[in-house]
């Protein structure tokens, strides 16, 4: 049976973290955008851009779906590797819980794929596209137990503010 990865909570921003790959919560358009998105992209530089709209011109026409994931050079990040991936927007009216496990699992079977041993994780979904932050939290922990597996030795969330840190680090004591 593989050894389950360490999982680690860390305050701060997730592009000055040194880990084998970074996970971005991109838009479709893998194009760059706003929150955690933009802010890899300008610290990664247009190496990750210029890999991103090669994707988008052969396998990606139409943008990456929702909960899908797909890899990229890190550029000037301290990493290997930027996973991208497609977090839902939250709906009250509809249960998209599954879309978001799928962005954990498909980032962490990249990054496996990868040979990558340490993994840098930001709450996806939890900011403009609107994810309760306790939900997404759980979510996320829950997933990233489940599914990760060798050579992934460390998950590591990067949390941006301190509501986050202390969602993540209820759903980490809750789940054991």
Not at 20 to 28: E, F, L, R, T
Not at 40 to 46: A, D, E, F, L, V
Not at 92 to 97: G, K, L, N
Request: hydrophobic residues 40%; contains cysteine.
């Amino acid at each position: 049976m593989d050894q389950q990865p360490a999982i680690t909570l860390v305050h701060g921003d997730i592009t000055q973290q040194h880990a084998d790959a970074i996970v971005n919560a991109a838009n479709s358009s893998l194009l760059g955008g706003g929150g955690v998105d933009g802010a890899i992209h300008r610290r990664g530089g247009p190496e990750i851009l210029q890999e991103c709209r090669a994707l988008r011109a052969s396998h990606y026409g139409k943008g990456l779906p929702t909960g899908q994931a797909v890899a990229t050079t890190a550029g000037r990040l301290d990493a290997q590797y930027v996973i991208h991936t497609v977090g839902p927007v939250w709906s009250r009216t509809e249960d998209r819980s599954e879309q978001l496990a799928s962005c954990y699992r498909q980032s962490l079977r990249v990054a496996a794929e990868l040979g990558a041993r340490t993994v840098a994780f930001p709450a996806i979904s939890t900011g403009v596209y609107g994810w309760p932050m306790d939900d997404g939290a759980r979510i996320a922990v829950r997933t990233v137990r489940e599914a990760a597996a060798a050579p992934v030795a460390e998950v590591r969330f990067v949390l941006f503010g301190e509501d986050a840190y202390s969602e993540f680090e209820r759903a980490l004591a809750k789940q054991g």
